[in-house]
């Protein structure tokens, strides 16, 4: 089973700025697709961002100009880098992989708070 780690979650003011890390512990040859998913309290979890194998991204409107993800293969690794931050990103933001396979895994979740 592939582990996810995820790191970079905080307290951060409204406009600042955050970068979420998550790394793998599976083939990168083996992914299908990786993606960063929130809940907040109340909320049904939502996608923010993914990112496929060929590169290809998506993103939440919600999120669109401010939020970018990312890969580096190289060290098994995803990033989110989330700018201009709104109180409305408070969340808990979960890594999400996807094999080729079908089979997912899910991170333990970071929290991400912006205060206003």
């Known amino acids: 089973q592939v582990q996810l780690v995820e790191s970079g979650g905080g307290l951060v003011q409204t406009g600042g700025s955050l970068k979420l890390s998550c790394t793998h512990s599976g083939s990168n040859r083996s992914i299908f697709r990786m993606a960063w998913y929130r809940q907040a309290p109340g909320k049904q979890r939502e996608q923010v961002a993914s990112?496929?194998?060929?590169?290809?991204?998506s993103y939440a409107d919600s999120v669109k100009g401010r939020f970018t993800i990312s890969r580096d293969s190289a060290a098994n690794a995803m990033s989110l880098q989330m700018n201009t931050l709104k109180p409305e990103d408070t969340a808990v933001y979960y890594c999400y992989l996807q094999t080729v396979r079908n089979d997912v895994t899910w991170g333990q979740g970071i929290q991400v708070t912006v205060s206003s």
């Open positions: 990112i496929t194998s060929r590169g290809s991204t």
